[in-house]
């Protein structure tokens, strides 16, 4: 018998946002980068190509601008656990992991991140 897993990944999604705990930060919205997995309940094929079927991904994109336009976040640890907090209250959604990365604070690194992995 064949066993499925299968995952939902939303990569790469470059948001602005008020985020961060320095003056500079509080000042000027900055860009955050954002990777989304979600591991799916029932990895079964559907039984018809419509997307009825299946977890309709625009939310992710949806309730994460909804999170960063509702006010400031002081670190990326509380928005990375609000994004988890939604997705897994989707039934499809057994498991997810989130990242989070901020591009543009020191010009010698390619990005300060908080990596999130919560699972029902």
């Known amino acids: 018998m064949l066993k499925y897993e299968a995952s939902l990944v939303l990569r790469g999604l470059v948001v602005s946002a008020s985020i961060g705990v320095h003056d500079f930060e509080r ?5 955050l980068l954002i990777d989304v997995e979600l591991t799916l309940a029932n ?3 559907p039984q018809r190509d419509d997307i009825s079927e299946v977890l309709d991904y625009r939310f992710l994109h949806t309730e994460i601008q909804k999170l960063l336009s509702a006010g400031h976040y002081e670190l990326q640890e509380t928005l ?4 988890a907090r939604f ?3 989707r039934p499809e959604v057994t498991r997810v992991s989130i990242h989070t990365r ?9 990005s300060i991140g908080y990596n999130l ?3 029902k």
């Open 102 to 110: 901020k591009p543009d604070i020191y010009p010698d690194v390619e």
């Open 27 to 31: 000042e000027n919205r900055q860009r």
């Open 87 to 89: 997705c897994l209250s």
């Open 117 to 119: 992995t919560v699972e």
């Open 80 to 83: 990375t656990h609000d994004i």
């Open 43 to 45: 990895p079964l094929r």
